[in-house]
């Protein structure tokens, strides 16, 4: 293929997603703070270099993914790594972040005639490494379809949400309905379960039934019930409590600009916060399934 990709954050997701496009033949230039994660990257044939304007020299593609949307508008805007990026790169940025933050950095992108496109990603760690990730994906149709054969090495399911922000608007919407349900899930789980129901039966009973739903499916809240879950792992690894109420406060800001009522993610959102303030201080860091054990108390 003979392209070349700078991957800025090799965090738990970025480095298998960077690793996946090693494999599909790119040249991957990778950068993180974190010298650890700059080692693990380089035994997975990236290069790694020590500044995010080094990477970016004379690449097709920049691939980001950082934790919040002002250290994404830093990197690319207060930095000056927009300045300095290829004009004939195109910059996807994976994060989940603000929709605004993505139109900001889109709006400046296009002053200095870069490609841009928001493109938030679902599935997870394991989806990460596994290069199953979905993607959301902001953007104009031709930028969407330049992006294609970056996103086809590290996912499975891509997407065309709208314009620069959109990815993030879908973004918001999942993760908020995933905590919704999961929440729902763990709550009805347990009810049975204090009243005598194996967790197994009655997970069993609800998958062909009208309560079945992708937590069920694929992330059993309760212990023991479904093997290679975090729940069966105690709740390490997947995607964490704090994650969640990150992208739950997204929404809530995202609802307060629309003027949207979402009482349900609301209610998502102060059972998460619950959740992680009901016991010690690694709660925020345990998978978001472990809602279960704000009802199982």
């Not at 003979?2 to 090693?22: C, E, P, Q, S």
């Not at 593609?61 to 690319?76: D, F």
């Not at 609301?266 to 925020?284: Q, T, V």
Request: net charge negative.
């Amino acid at each position: 293929m003979g392209k070349t990709v700078a991957f800025i954050g090799l965090g738990n997701m970025g480095g298998g997603m960077a690793a996946n496009l090693v494999k599909a033949g790119f040249q991957v230039n990778a950068f993180d703070l974190m010298e650890a994660n700059l080692k693990a990257a380089a035994e997975k044939g990236c290069t790694p270099v020590d500044c995010p304007k080094k990477a970016v020299e004379g690449v097709d593609y920049v691939v980001s993914m950082l934790p919040n949307g002002a250290i994404v508008e830093g990197v690319y805007i207060d930095d000056g790594l927009l300045d300095v990026i290829p004009t004939t790169a195109l910059v996807l940025d994976c994060s989940t972040v603000a929709p605004e933050n993505s139109r900001r950095v889109g709006r400046e992108a296009a002053i200095r005639g870069h490609r841009f496109v928001d493109a938030p990603v679902s599935g997870g760690v394991a989806a990460a490494a596994a290069g199953t990730l979905a993607f959301m994906v902001g953007g104009s149709e031709a930028d969407f379809e330049a992006s294609k054969p970056v996103l086809q090495a590290m996912g499975a399911n891509i997407f065309r949400a709208g314009d620069v922000g959109a990815g993030q608007v879908a973004k918001i919407c999942n993760n908020m309905l995933l905590a919704i349900h999961m929440s729902g899930t763990a709550e009805a789980l347990q009810l049975g379960m204090d009243n005598g129901l194996d967790p197994k039966v009655l997970s069993e009973i609800m998958l062909q039934s009208s309560g079945c739903n992708w937590s069920l499916q694929k992330y059993n809240p309760v212990p023991g019930v479904m093997e290679g879950v975090p729940a069966s792992n105690g709740y390490k690894g997947g995607f964490m409590v704090d994650l969640m109420l990150k992208d739950l406060s997204l929404a809530q800001a995202a609802a307060v600009s629309s003027k949207s009522s979402i009482p349900m993610g609301s209610a998502a959102r102060n059972l998460f916060n619950l959740h992680k303030n009901s016991g010690g201080e690694d709660k925020g860091m345990q998978d978001f399934s472990s809602i279960l054990e704000l009802y199982s108390r």
